[in-house]
């Protein structure tokens, strides 16, 4: 590879609000969508909430003559949501379904049904190897008594954790999706501190869109206005986060974000605004520092970071606990009751009452059952990522404590980073 | 590193049999399991069946001064029942779920509640990276009519999916475990094939142990003498896999298994045969030809497998799509039989025995929606192995047909595989 190696990479990045039946002007949107992406040509284009598998068939049949290669991530009951168009040819793919993902009684929340994951596409670029990672994490419903939190810290640690065990001979790692994560939010902050990603909306050399990079704006018809209440622009969840390693420099020349009307037309093409990403490559000359995008140097924040993640999680696992130990008394009581209402039965006594509760009954001691199992299920996710969680933060102290030099080579794994114990 | 470097590493690797009060003479064999691992200091025990946590934490505090490193694999309902212990530290760790793994209406057989995994550990040895996974897939309940086929087939291929993204900085993979699949098996093939992974048994220059190595055999007194009644020594499904990349050279110098006896005393230590193997890592020197242990070459047989790997998972999705449907059919049927039911009680015609249908009603209701749901989910995880496949298939193809100089580039992602068309 030249030293002079340049590659441009223009990304799109769009939550497409497409739920059958319930989302408004779907199919024109979808239609409308795909006209977008032909006429515009990216490079990638990676998408969200496309539940419905047949609308992914009708834009890749429109779309395949500028974008060749396709991919629907399936998962869940429901599905990722998750696709990707590629002007360039997929070498690889594979993608990881996060093990904690809200709860199945939940029905109107509906998350727990849609298996969501982070998908992975390797594609090789004039010799280059481009991770690129494609996620949409749980949806925050209630801020401020957000039940879902630890599910969406877990899933950030698991998305980070993925990226990280799957990208170790990549040259540049490129994240896109709905993360339902605001900056300043704990999943936000630990998969940056772990990963080492950059944010496209922070480090971008010229911006253009909705105000401070909202990616939901009160603009946007589709919006509920109500939930936007809080913030006053809106609020930022969709991210374009990218990194490079090994001897590769990448910074984003231009972003864009739509701004509640679709670029063309007046109608916006989701209740979403989409990211446009130009990103620039190139060769890192060797007396560059390559530290500030080979990974994290200043620990402290990673730590600290890690130490608040645990927490929560710690808290998550005891909550999820009280709530299967609960669920066991639910299943005593009705165990009772059905005895009792099988002993009434047999005395003749109140009959038909007691064949009336008998039905209602069953159902606790099956209900109960399910939100047993669940919880128990529950408490194991939790207790994989604060076990994860736990033993980076202990190498993140070890490195600390040993200096700035042997801290990349403990962190990230480094074949130079070989100790005297290992032995 | 040295050119003369040289690292023996001693595998233990052992299925348990830890099922809580269901398991023979479970205490007694943990603590003989523990002094056994103490007195032969391996660098490393692969364990798989420890269905108790508090199994684990008792081994673990028993082996801390001879294993200063353990990890327990938490996932599912139960747990994935995999655990190691190490002499060295364990650098990193990670897991993989799979998707598919039973059916949780096959209580009696329970698979599906543990939640069945790959575990994976990055250690640091000597400069060296080595990833050791261990893992244990669906068990085989009947070889005659294997219900679980499918589901395995797609088990393998997503652990050798898992192994090829998360081992490409790797100099050293191994992979222990029980898969419960014979050597000739369809899944053992496909992940022998598409990672180049060997195995120890057919590679080592010493074996002592059981007749053809086989890790279930009737001399043990916990086997079920029928079930192995058609092997007349026994059955090989659980295994030492290994493979050197980047410069490196594995062999086994020495593979025991035990004999349906504790290497000590009398009783065995498990239902399963232990093994014990000695591997040896070298420098490749520079004018050896890697492409032995640096990925398969010889495409064909990948072709074949990949092909017959794809059809098994299509007729699967066939009849996962078949149990979807049929029961879908029973909740209207159920759905009817209530509406009649209300209708019966409304009319005030036979209404102890309407309201006494009621239950059984509602439950088939219910059930069948439950059945509903876990075939559709079945079937997403079907297609998603089968389109991972299908992809790798067509590449493999594509490598075969540009001849053998493209091949590893093509199908290893190798950053030197740049083609003209990822401009």
Known sequence: MKPSFSLRLRVFNLNCWGIPYLSKHRADRMKRLGDFLNAESFDLALLEE??????FQDLRQKLS????????FRSGIIGSGL?????????????????LNGYPYMIHHGDWFSGKAVGLLVLH???????AYVTHLHAEYNRQKDIYLAHRVAQA???AHFIHHTSKKADVILLCGDLNLHPKDLGYRLLKEWTGLHDAYLETQDFKGSEEGCTMVPQNCYVNQQELEPFRCGIRIDYVLYKAVSGFYISCKTLKTTTGHDPHSGFPLSDHEALMATLCVKHRPPQQNPSSTNGPTERSPLISVLREAWTELDLAVAQARWWATFAGYVIGLGLLLLALLCALVAGGEVREVAILLWTPSVGLVLGAGAVYLFHIQEVKGLCRARAELYHVLGRAREAQDLGPESQPALLLGHQEGNRAEDQ
Not at 50 to 55: C, G, L, N, T
Request: negative net charge.
């Open 83 to 99: 696709c990707v168009f590629s002007k360039h040819p997929i070498q690889e793919f594979t993608q990881h379904v996060y093990s």
């Open 65 to 72: 003559p500028t974008y060749p290669a396709a991919h629907y």
């Open 50 to 55: 496309v539940w419905s598998e047949q609308d």
């Open 157 to 159: 640690w698991e998305l």
């Open 125 to 131: 670029l004039s010799g280059l190897v481009l991770n």
